[in-house]
């Protein structure tokens, strides 16, 4: 990925400058610019791909939360000036989506939903034991994906460095808790917006059944399940990812 991070007004963010309708990407909880390389690669000349880095560390612990993260996309959006964006999200980054979504349907094009929270989720739960632990934390971040190689030292690096940051660390566990109670069990039939669904069949986080309620409560979705696969499809199986979010943003665009 060799674009830019850009700093601008209080944003940290990274934009192909491709044509057609931006194609906003959120990262979860512990993601990084790095899980959309492959997809921005694809999609870089083809959209306008943008990747604010979401201020999950950043925030002032009291505002800390799933509705702080929406008002720091709504702001983002604004600031960019963008009419309508195409949206996907990956985790607590999909929680995000669907909450700006709802408030905001005026500006989605189409959702695009990978492993996303909101209904329900099982990740480092709300506490870190053995924050010191390396291997802990390892054998953890390794079990979110089907292939356990997925997980490089790098991605275990950030990961180790993250819950071992006590400033960080509250953060982590104050936007999980928040993303427990923001369930949108009840508010998903207000999604209208074309909706793309693409999970793993071996997500452990947010396992296939939950897949499988979104496609239920939301309209205009379609789901695709991806077998050996976990809870980052794009980082998995980047080339069938790419292939069916590609014909989807086709068929939205002409439509």
Request: net charge negative; glycine share 10%.
């Amino acid at each position: 990925m060799n674009f830019p991070i850009k700093e601008e007004q209080g944003f940290k963010y990274i934009e192909t400058g491709g044509e057609g309708t931006p194609l906003m990407l959120l990262h979860g909880l512990f993601g990084a610019l790095s899980n959309f390389q492959d997809l921005t690669n694809h999609f870089g000349n083809k959209y306008n791909v943008v990747i604010p880095i979401l201020p999950i560390y950043e925030l002032p612990i009291l505002q800390v939360s799933v509705s702080g993260l929406v008002e720091f996309v709504t702001n983002f959006v604004e600031f960019k000036g963008y009419d309508k964006v195409h949206i996907l999200g990956n985790s607590l980054g999909g929680h995000v989506a669907l909450l700006y979504v709802i408030a905001h349907p005026e500006h989605i094009a189409s959702v695009t939903l990978t492993g996303s929270s909101g209904l329900y989720e099982s990740a480092f739960g709300t506490a870190f034991p053995k924050r010191g632990d390396y291997e802990y934390i390892k054998n953890k971040t390794a079990q979110t994906f089907y292939d356990p190689a997925v997980a490089s030292k790098e991605l275990v690096d950030e990961v180790f460095g993250i819950v071992n940051d006590r400033g960080k660390a509250i953060r982590v566990v104050a936007t999980a808790k928040s993303a427990v109670r923001h369930n949108l069990g009840d508010k998903l039939h207000k999604i209208k917006a074309p909706t793309l669904l693409i999970w793993g069949k071996q997500d452990i986080v947010t396992p296939p059944f939950v897949g499988e309620k979104f496609h239920e409560l939301i309209s205009d979705s379609r789901l695709h399940m991806l077998d050996e696969c976990g809870h980052a499809p794009m980082m998995e199986k980047p080339g069938e990812f790419n292939q069916l979010l590609e014909a989807f943003l086709k068929e939205v665009d002409g439509r």
